[in-house]
């Protein structure tokens, strides 16, 4: 297994200021002004959110908050109701501004500049940018292309064993892989983690996932913390609005370290309406589904080769990611370019509705009678 290991100073490391910009998927306004393009012109493949976007009740919800008032310090409504909807104690969940908050408050509370952080890799940014502002040693542990990018479990097992790190991080379905783990393989890698500090397995791109396991009962051994996110799963990214879920004494610190107000209250009040509405989840789902078939058949008529795809995206090597990227957005589409997953040939695809999908296809075979995908077996 290929393994990169980083130490970072808290102060004068060069080093630490890229490692915080952690580059992500959407629409980048300053280059879309350059291209002469307007966002609504644009078919956002970049992100992985609900590809039917915000519901009308969540976004009516959003719309009548009380923009006057303070927001509640500790989103208690939306806190009793996600308690309630997850089976566990409003004491037991804390609630966050996007879970990449909720990321960065659980590095800040476990990990300081002795402490040591595994990765799995390749994976969100997030996770590094977070350990590495504690000063903490980063770890990653990469899995290969030729593994199908899947972490050979026993091995992975045994390093983490002797690591010994203080947290442990895990992205199940995996960003940007698209693997997605079973109970069994968590479960084996979460003792290995509590057997010296944490895991947090972020369940971001669950929802999404045709036939998921429940992880709730994880958190039971006080040596895992949830991360969820609803920007996926109900479309408020620009909303910003997560949880995470473990025992009380975790949810106590995380929740101590988080600044006052920092949920505001249009995220809370769509936060209530968007738990009534699994339906439109479940729709999601099924266009998640269509979309998945159909990208991965066209996408091998076409004569790429995606990973199979376990989540609502899929990675698809095109020899040079950020020169495919470029040429899509000539055609109004933004994809996912995988350098920054240290992953130059490949591009990330989410599921969108099939008519998009189907202009995305039309305008990947035009670039490739240009000359723009090479590198791969065409
Ligand atoms: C795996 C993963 N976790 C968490 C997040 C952050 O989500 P949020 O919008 O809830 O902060 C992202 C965003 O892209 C992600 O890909």
Known sequence: MARSCTRLGNTGNPALGDRMRVV??????????????DREQVLDFSSSINPLGTADSVRNAALSADLAAYPDRQSW????????????????????????????????????????????????????????????????????????????IPSTVTRIEQARPDLV???????PTGVYLDRITVTRLAEAAGSSGLLVLDD????????????????????????????KSHALAGVRLGYAIARENIIEKI?????????NAIAQAAGLAALKEDKHVERAREVVGEAMAYLRD????????????????????????????????????????CT?????????IAARPLVECKYLIAALEKIMAEGVITGVNL
């Open 24 to 37: 992500h998927g959407g629409l980048d306004e300053a280059e879309l002004y350059h291209l002469g393009l």
């Open 77 to 152: 409504r939306l806190r009793v109701a996600l308690a309630t909807s997850e089976g566990i104690r409003p004491n037991e969940v804390v609630v966050g501004n996007g879970s990449a908050e909720l990321i960065h408050l659980i590095a800040q509370n476990y990990l300081n500049a002795t402490s040591r952080c595994l990765i799995l890799a390749p994976t969100f940014g997030e996770y590094e940018a977070a350990a590495a502002q504690t000063g903490a040693e980063v770890v990653h542990l990469r899995a290969r292309q030729e593994d199908g990018f899947r972490w050979p």
């Open 169 to 175: 991080f895990l992205c199940n379905p995996n960003n």
């Open 204 to 231: 971001a791109f669950v929802p999404f996932v045709t036939t998921p396991w429940d992880t709730r009962s994880l958190i039971d051994s006080g040596k895992v913390i949830l991360v969820r996110s609803l920007t």
């Open 255 to 263: 929740e101590s370290l988080q600044y006052t107000w920092s949920v």
């Open 298 to 337: 066209e996408l091998l008529r076409i004569g790429l080769f995606p990973e199979p795809p376990d989540a609502n995206f899929l990675i698809v090597d095109v020899g040079d990611g950020a020169r495919v990227r470029e040429a899509l957005l000539h055609h109004a589409i933004a994809v996912r370019d």
């Open 340 to 348: 920054s997953f240290g992953l130059p040939g490949y591009i990330r």
